[in-house]
């Protein structure tokens, strides 16, 4: 008669983790966790799925906890189980993780804005219309493509700009931002913002052209903002990069 032995009960905690670990196909780890109850407590107790999903992106290392609204874990600390409790949040992120990471790895990363809604003000249009940020490349028909706000006296007064994301529902790892460099004007000034700050959210009623003309007003009034980040000062430089995660509806504004 055959004597089959799992490989875990004759390798030490950190030998199996090491193996596990050299796994780099998500996939293959949910494989791993079908194999056995042994084999899937052990993938689930260690948090395996979670490690990889954050080895593959980093940007999820800000995401402070997981909910599931079918989740019962109210229920169960009101038992006072902590053990069980545990064990639950344990298989919850095990599941959330592996969905998680199979979702970023289906859908390449790509540019997020489908099109300009709306700004705050423009100089002159639509020479100088928020759809140029838009535009991929340099110059268009030999003229320079930017937006320019009509400007105020008051430094401290905001312009906003607001744009339409791709899907309900983006992951936002990255925010480019090149302010505009007047190679036309003696010296090549740059004209840069101050700070800058982003705004996640949806309309307050269903925008019947959204890829319309851009609106030219502020538009804050016809959006609800279900996150808002810290303000940024903005390095006068021709290019910088603002690296932030956020997982939301809607718009950038």
């Not at 799992?6 to 791993?32: G, Y």
């Not at 800000?62 to 600390?77: F, T």
């Amino acid at each position: 008669m055959e004597i089959r032995m799992d490989f875990l009960d004759w390798l030490d905690h950190d030998t199996s983790m090491k193996i596990l670990r050299c796994l780099e196909d998500p996939a293959d780890l949910v494989r791993v966790s079908s194999v056995s109850r042994s084999w899937r407590h052990f993938v689930i107790a260690n948090g395996l799925c979670k490690q990889l999903c954050l080895r593959m992106f980093p940007h999820f290392l800000r995401v402070e906890c997981v909910i599931e609204p079918s989740c019962d874990i109210e229920k169960a600390s009101e038992v006072g189980c902590s053990k069980f409790v545990e064990w639950e949040t344990l298989k919850r992120e095990h599941k959330v993780y592996a969905f998680l990471v199979q979702g970023c790895m289906s859908f390449p990363f790509g540019k997020c804005i489908l099109d300009a809604i709306s700004a705050s003000s423009t100089d002159n249009f639509p020479e100088e219309s928020i759809r140029n940020t838009v535009q991929q490349g340099g110059p268009i028909e030999s003229r320079a493509s930017y937006w320019s706000s009509k400007g105020q006296r008051d430094a401290a007064v905001p312009e906003t700009l607001v744009y339409k994301l791709v899907a309900d529902i983006c992951v936002i790892t990255e925010i480019n931002i090149q302010p505009f460099k007047a190679y036309f004007q003696r010296g090549s000034p740059i004209y840069s913002a101050i700070s800058v700050r982003f705004h996640m959210g949806h309309p307050i009623h269903p925008m019947d052209d959204p890829l319309g003309e851009p609106l030219d007003d502020s538009a804050d009034d016809k959006f609800i903002w279900t996150y808002s980040s810290p303000e940024f000062p903005m390095a006068q430089v021709c290019h910088y990069v603002f690296l932030y995660f956020c997982h939301d509806e809607g718009g950038v504004n």
